[in-house]
Each structure stands twice: as structure tokens, then as C-alpha cells.
């Protein structure tokens, strides 16, 4: 069974930094793509980073210069360091897991998340 938690979540100011981790379980977290969710009250679930196996990354257009999305195969963890944060990051923010997207497929940045964890919520005061 596949598990996922998070932590690193909390309240921080506007312009601030937090750093999310999501340790997973099982041996072949190093061939799974890994990302990273947020939902905003009263909105969808969106992605916000991905990383491949490879190391490959993808962002939401809203983080890209802020967000960093990265992974520690030793650790069966990956990171998300936030900085500069806005208002409109708050949110609750899901790690996800695909287990299902060959590896050659990640590297063009297709995914495929069918795990999740419990979430953390992050909230950015003005």
C-alpha cells in the first residue's frame, strides 16, 4: 500500500518561505514521478510542480520562479521549498505519487498521480 505524508505546512506572512516534504513508502519511489497539489477554498485541486524520475520538473505558470519541486531517492522524499509567497498560495497542498507512467513517458512530462496524501495546509497572511 502505497503512503504518503506530508508535513512543513503552517502559517506564514506574506513574502515569507516554507518548505513542504512528503515521505513516501515503498522501494520504487526512485522510478515514480512525484507532485505536488494545492486546493484553495472554493477552487479545484490544482497541480502545482512535478518531478519525474529523471529529475525533470514542471510548474504552474502562478509558482514558476518561487516554487522549487525536488527529491531525495536515499530518503524516499520530496521537497517543495516556497518562497516569496502570496495571499493567493493558501491552500491546502496534496503530495501525489504516479506509479503508472513508464519512465521514458515522464521525461516528456506526462503524469499520471493516482496517490495522495492527507495534506497541509498553507496559509499566507497579507
Given at each position: 500500500?502505497?503512503?504518503?505524508?506530508?508535513?512543513?505546512?503552517?502559517?506564514?506572512?506574506?513574502?515569507?518561505?516554507?518548505?513542504?516534504?512528503?515521505?513516501?513508502?515503498?522501494?520504487?519511489?526512485?522510478?515514480?514521478?512525484?507532485?505536488?497539489?494545492?486546493?484553495?477554498?472554493?477552487?479545484?485541486?490544482?497541480?502545482?510542480?512535478?518531478?519525474?524520475?529523471?529529475?525533470?520538473?514542471?510548474?504552474?505558470?502562478?509558482?514558476?520562479?518561487?516554487?522549487?519541486?525536488?527529491?531525495?531517492?536515499?530518503k524516499n522524499?520530496?521537497?517543495?521549498?516556497?518562497?516569496?509567497?502570496?495571499?493567493?498560495?493558501?491552500?491546502?497542498?496534496?503530495?501525489?505519487?504516479?506509479?503508472?507512467?513508464?519512465?521514458?513517458?515522464?521525461?516528456?512530462?506526462?503524469?499520471?498521480?493516482?496517490?495522495?496524501?492527507?495534506?497541509?495546509?498553507?496559509?499566507?497572511?497579507?
Amino acid at each position: 500500500q502505497v503512503q504518503l505524508v506530508e508535513s512543513g505546512g503552517g502559517l506564514v506572512q506574506a513574502g515569507g518561505s516554507l518548505r513542504l516534504s512528503c515521505a513516501a513508502s515503498g522501494s520504487i519511489f526512485r522510478f515514480n514521478a512525484m507532485g505536488w497539489y494545492r486546493q484553495a477554498p472554493g477552487k479545484q485541486r490544482e497541480l502545482v510542480a512535478a518531478i519525474g524520475s529523471g529529475g525533470n520538473t514542471n510548474y504552474a505558470d502562478s509558482v514558476k520562479g518561487r516554487f522549487t519541486i525536488s527529491r531525495d531517492n536515499a530518503k524516499n522524499t520530496v521537497y517543495l521549498q516556497m518562497n516569496s509567497l502570496k495571499p493567493e498560495d493558501t491552500g491546502v497542498y496534496y503530495c501525489a505519487r504516479d506509479t503508472r507512467t513508464p519512465i521514458s513517458a515522464q521525461a516528456m512530462g506526462v503524469f499520471d498521480f493516482g496517490s495522495w496524501g492527507q495534506g497541509t495546509q498553507v496559509t499566507v497572511s497579507s
